[in-house]
């Protein structure tokens, strides 16, 4: 199966590891690598992780790391993953 990050994604990860990347660098690089190995093995059990607790979709699934919650997309020969949230600062929003 082919992975595939969309921009969303991608956007919303780098944001984040320049944050860190203020305090230290390092620590951002090795979030960043951890972050895209979980995501390289998904291709190998695509269904291994949680249903999308945002989506009622049973090929949208949650792979959760370190506090944060990667959503992806199974499709038929292409994994889309496509958001990346925060679980902590999104479970303390009063505004939703």
């Not at 992975?3 to 690089?29: C, H, M, T, Y």
């Not at 506090?67 to 925060?86: C, L, S």
Request: proline content about 3%; glycine content about 2%.
């Amino acid at each position: 199966m082919n992975l595939e990050f969309l921009p969303a994604f991608v956007n919303r990860l780098e944001g984040f590891v320049e944050i860190i990347a203020d305090d230290k660098p390092s620590a951002a690089r090795k979030f960043h690598k951890e972050i895209i190995n979980a995501c390289r093995e998904i291709q190998n059990f695509p269904y291994k992780h949680r249903k999308s607790m945002y989506f009622d979709d049973e090929d949208i699934r949650d792979l959760v790391h370190k506090g944060f919650v990667i959503i992806y997309k199974i499709e038929v020969d292409t994994i889309r993953v496509f958001a990346f949230i925060n679980r902590n600062a999104f479970s303390n929003r009063t505004d939703l």
